[in-house]
């Protein structure tokens, strides 16, 4: 898509991604989870943040700043869109709201 310059079809086909992991978490609810199966959770949260550090990456071209803070978060700067480059166990970075809330009067 990118290549026929659709750059908007592409970026929806990230956000589809985003709202089916979406999906995901809620269906799976690692947080109930976790109360019986802490490694199935965590295989969980794993899918998810990995499709997360995918969806950063395919969108570089289009929000660097932004993409940068999340694989920076991460701890992902420099990954490629290949599955299983986010190393499990790393300690996600704090950060401030990425898109903060604009307040209007």
Same mark, same amino acid.
């Given at each position: 898509?990118?290549?026929?310059?659709?750059?908007?079809?592409?970026?929806?086909e990230?956000? /589809?991604?985003v709202?089916?992991v979406?999906?995901?978490?809620?269906a799976q609810?690692?947080?109930?989870?976790?109360?019986?199966d802490?490694?199935a #959770?965590?295989?969980i949260?794993?899918?998810a943040t990995?499709?997360?550090? /995918?969806?950063?990456?395919?969108?570089?071209?289009?929000?660097?700043e932004?993409?940068?803070?999340?694989?920076?978060?991460?701890?992902?700067?420099?990954?490629s869109?290949?599955?299983?480059e986010?190393?499990?166990?790393?300690?996600?970075?704090?950060?401030? #709201?990425?898109?903060?809330r604009?307040?209007t009067?």
């Amino acid at each position: 898509m990118i290549k026929a310059l659709q750059v908007h079809q592409a970026i929806e086909e990230v956000i /589809i991604l985003v709202r089916a992991v979406n999906k995901y978490v809620e269906a799976q609810a690692p947080w109930k989870v976790a109360k019986t199966d802490l490694k199935a #959770a965590g295989n969980i949260l794993y899918t998810a943040t990995e499709a997360l550090r /995918i969806s950063a990456v395919l969108l570089s071209a289009v929000m660097p700043e932004r993409v940068g803070v999340v694989l920076g978060v991460l701890g992902a700067a420099g990954s490629s869109e290949k599955w299983g480059e986010l190393k499990g166990g790393t300690q996600l970075k704090s950060h401030e #709201a990425l898109f903060p809330r604009i307040e209007t009067k």
